[in-house]
């Protein structure tokens, strides 16, 4: 096995990305993965463009991944990169930890799936409930698209109505009425204050785009005002804490305040989707922030690696979901593998090994990490920047300070697109927009190697 080393070559442009670095680059990552080139023409034929997940997909083909162990990731040929990207941000012990290993394997000897509950659901529901503040009675799921899906659900038998809020350039999963102003183009969003809806897709229905409103991310007066003039009307106001979309960006605390201010006033449910930002510390962003929500998304490390979702909140809003009752639930919630007992125990694993300390520790690198880069951009002086919060960072590429979705107007493409690359050279693992995070196995050693790989990129790239 190899680790792809740089050499170092500058590309001659001083000062400047270029289409042709970026070529150079993409030849070289081409020459070092023939045979995983080799399996995405052969992925074409069964699956769309080789591709059943977007966000993993790239230009010109991604890496296919034969084996995760710890911090490292070998792909078919035989390539060792360090993954800094943890299936986007879930595998916060890393690969095949040996205490996640031997629950599962422990499970594997007493069966995959019941069709009836085990106890292991049980002990699972307990360790959420006792570390996330929002959190009285939790369900489960299997990804984070449905635990959104579903809070949104329970907003709406809770109130009544039909509408909700969500912010410009956020991602709560793959269902129609948060597939909206995820990505809007710059010249149909409209109004930076007051911004449109938009269709993020071809499919999402007209009604989606009339029931989700849209307010822009970190903009306490432009959001209350948009949510006071809809307020009898919409159900429930969704938000991340720490958006991942815009950068692992964490929001301004008097934005969270505000929404939960208003929305209190206004009989509005407050969801905080902590599918990513649940891994700042044992109770998420909100305990961090210290604002509570009256529901909560979760998804990623409460799963140890295995399919998860779950979401909960205050008991009289989970309540619908009691079938405990003569007419039973109000709101019906089945699936096959809800609780299963395989993500359960690698779940108890995770979150039992994941120590107030731990926490610390990850999000010390973080920043030890986050601060190095800055140094490098300063010294490249690079129209770059780095956003983040505890184990999460991202890559800017621009020099606006990014609070909201417009901010990113400016990002220079060609030069994301050669860091992804680029990094992928060097034997790094980033995701697309080359955000990532630290896992429990990442050393500081890797965090100064990834470091220097960043410095190597970016003098490839022109900025010598
Ligand atoms: C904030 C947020 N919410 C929801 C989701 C959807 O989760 P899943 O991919 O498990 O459906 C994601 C996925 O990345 C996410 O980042």
Same mark, same amino acid.
């Given at each position: 096995?190899?680790?792809?080393?740089?050499?170092?070559?500058?590309?001659?442009?001083s000062?400047?990305?270029?289409?042709?670095?970026l070529?150079?680059?993409?030849?070289?990552?081409?020459a070092?993965?023939?045979?995983?080139?080799?399996?995405?023409?052969?992925?074409?034929?069964?699956?769309?463009?080789?591709?059943?997940?977007?966000?993993?997909?790239?230009?010109?083909?991604?890496?296919y991944?034969?084996r995760?162990?710890?911090?490292?990731?070998?792909?078919?040929?035989?390539?060792?990169?360090?993954?800094?990207?943890?299936?986007?941000?879930?595998?916060?012990?890393?690969?095949?930890h040996?205490?996640?290993?031997?629950a599962?394997?422990?499970?594997?000897?007493?069966?995959?799936?019941?069709?009836?509950?085990?106890?292991?659901?049980?002990?699972?529901?307990?360790?959420?409930?006792?570390?996330?503040?929002?959190v009285?009675?939790?369900?489960?799921?299997?990804?984070?698209?449905?635990a959104?899906?579903?809070?949104?659900?329970?907003?709406?038998?809770f109130?009544?109505?039909?509408?909700?809020?969500?912010?410009?350039?956020?991602?709560?999963?793959?269902?129609?009425?948060?597939?909206?102003?995820?990505?809007?183009?710059?010249?149909?969003?409209?109004?930076?204050?007051?911004?449109?809806?938009?269709r993020?897709y071809?499919?999402?229905?007209d009604?989606?785009?009339?029931?989700?409103?849209?307010?822009?991310?970190?903009n306490?007066?432009? +959001?209350?005002?948009? @949510?006071?003039?809809? $307020?009898?009307? &919409?159900? !429930?106001?969704?938000?991340?804490?720490v *958006?991942?979309? %815009?950068g692992m960006?964490?929001?301004?605390?008097?934005?969270?305040?505000?929404?939960?201010?208003?929305?209190?006033?206004?009989?509005?449910?407050?969801?905080?989707?902590?599918?990513?930002?649940?891994?700042?510390?044992?109770?998420?962003?909100?305990?961090?922030?210290?604002?509570?929500?009256?529901?909560? +998304?979760?998804?990623k @490390?409460?799963?140890? $690696?295995?399919? &998860?979702? !779950?979401?909960?909140g205050?008991?009289? *809003?989970?309540? %619908?979901?009691?079938?405990?009752?003569?007419?039973?639930?109000?709101?019906?919630h089945?699936?096959?593998?809800?609780?299963?007992?395989?993500?359960?125990?690698?779940?108890?694993?995770?979150?039992?090994?994941?120590?107030p300390?731990?926490?610390?520790?990850?999000a010390?690198?973080?920043?030890?990490?986050?601060?190095?880069?800055?140094?490098?951009i300063?010294?490249?002086?690079?129209?770059?920047?780095?956003?983040?919060?505890?184990?999460?960072?991202?890559?800017?590429?621009?020099?606006?300070?990014?609070?909201?979705?417009?901010?990113?107007?400016?990002?220079?493409?060609?030069?994301?697109?050669?860091?992804?690359?680029?990094?992928l050279?060097?034997?790094?693992?980033?995701?697309?927009?080359?955000?990532?995070?630290?896992?429990?196995?990442?050393?500081?050693?890797?965090?100064?190697?990834?470091?220097?790989?960043?410095?190597?990129?970016?003098?490839?790239?022109?900025?010598?």
């Amino acid at each position: 096995m190899t680790t792809i080393s740089s050499s170092g070559s500058s590309s001659g442009a001083s000062g400047s990305t270029s289409g042709s670095a970026l070529k150079q680059e993409i030849e070289r990552y081409a020459a070092a993965n023939p045979k995983s080139a080799a399996m995405h023409e052969r992925a074409k034929e069964s699956l769309p463009g080789g591709d059943s997940r977007n966000s993993i997909w790239w230009k010109p083909f991604p890496i296919y991944v034969a084996r995760g162990d710890g911090s490292m990731m070998t792909d078919l040929d035989g390539n060792e990169r360090v993954d800094f990207i943890s299936n986007m941000t879930t595998l916060i012990l890393g690969h095949r930890h040996p205490d996640v290993i031997k629950a599962v394997e422990a499970q594997v000897d007493r069966g995959l799936s019941y069709p009836a509950p085990s106890e292991l659901v049980v002990e699972w529901a307990e360790l959420i409930v006792g570390r996330v503040p929002s959190v009285e009675k939790v369900r489960f799921v299997n990804s984070g698209t449905e635990a959104t899906l579903n809070a949104i659900r329970a907003a709406r038998a809770f109130t009544g109505r039909q509408k909700i809020v969500k912010c410009e350039g956020g991602y709560h999963g793959a269902h129609d009425d948060v597939a909206v102003s995820v990505d809007p183009g710059f010249d149909k969003a409209g109004d930076e204050l007051a911004p449109e809806s938009v269709r993020d897709y071809e499919g999402v229905p007209d009604k989606s785009l009339d029931h989700t409103i849209v307010i822009p991310y970190n903009n306490p007066a432009a +959001a209350e005002a948009i @949510i006071r003039a809809n $307020g009898s009307e &919409v159900a !429930a106001v969704i938000v991340e804490p720490v *958006i991942g979309r %815009l950068g692992m960006l964490p929001a301004q605390p008097e934005f969270l305040q505000a929404l939960r201010d208003v929305t209190r006033e206004l009989g509005i449910v407050l969801i905080f989707d902590e599918v990513i930002s649940l891994r700042i510390s044992p109770g998420g962003s909100q305990e961090y922030f210290g604002i509570t929500p009256d529901m909560t +998304a979760m998804g990623k @490390i409460i799963g140890g $690696g295995l399919p &998860v979702g !779950a979401f909960g909140g205050k008991s009289e *809003i989970m309540a %619908l979901f009691d079938p405990d009752s003569e007419a039973g639930p109000r709101v019906k919630h089945a699936g096959t593998f809800n609780g299963n007992p395989m993500t359960a125990a690698a779940g108890i694993a995770t979150l039992r090994n994941m120590t107030p300390e731990l926490y610390d520790q990850i999000a010390e690198l973080g920043e030890d990490l986050r601060s190095k880069l800055r140094n490098v951009i300063a010294e490249r002086e690079a129209p770059m920047g780095v956003t983040g919060i505890a184990s999460l960072f991202s890559l800017q590429f621009t020099t606006v300070q990014i609070v909201d979705y417009r901010s990113l107007e400016s990002a220079d493409k060609t030069l994301a697109a050669h860091m992804f690359i680029g990094m992928l050279n060097e034997g790094f693992a980033l995701s697309t927009q080359c955000a990532g995070n630290i896992s429990a196995v990442i050393t500081p050693e890797q965090v100064d190697g990834f470091v220097a790989a960043f410095s190597s990129v970016l003098e490839r790239a022109g900025y010598g």
